[in-house]
């Protein structure tokens, strides 16, 4: 597991290429967001298989596999879970080291119960 800790106004997207760096995973399954040809072709080359959901705007859809798709709210409610703790969810620390502990902290305590 890996968490990265970014400024508030950056986006979720432009940090999978450095989450997966080093990985060889089976399937990535990402939404609409993640859609871009410089990811996939990243998955590609670390010998997996993107399952990414076309963005609305795509002229040619992608295809993916839909039912594979639905197992990406277990990453949804890994979030909803690790927000349940107060520092994680309000941003309360004022550093970003202690924040990124805390989370990584909320992280364990949601992986073992």
């Not at 997996?48 to 992608?62: D, E, L, M, N, Q």
């Not at 277990?74 to 969810?89: D, L, S, W």
Request: glycine share 8%.
């Amino acid at each position: 597991m890996r968490l990265l800790l970014t400024p508030g106004q950056a986006g979720d997207a432009p940090q999978a290429a450095e989450l997966l760096k080093g990985l060889e995973p089976e399937h990535v399954v990402a939404d609409a967001a993640y859609d871009s040809a410089d990811l996939r072709a990243q998955i590609r080359r670390s010998g997996g298989k993107a399952c990414i959901k076309p963005h609305s705007i795509r002229k040619v859809k992608r295809r993916y596999d839909r039912q594979r798709y639905k197992h990406r709210n277990v990453i949804e409610r890994y979030f909803g879970a690790i927000k349940r703790f107060r520092r994680v969810a309000t941003r309360y620390e004022k550093k970003a080291a202690n924040f990124l502990g805390f989370a990584w902290l909320a992280s364990i305590l949601v992986n073992l119960g």
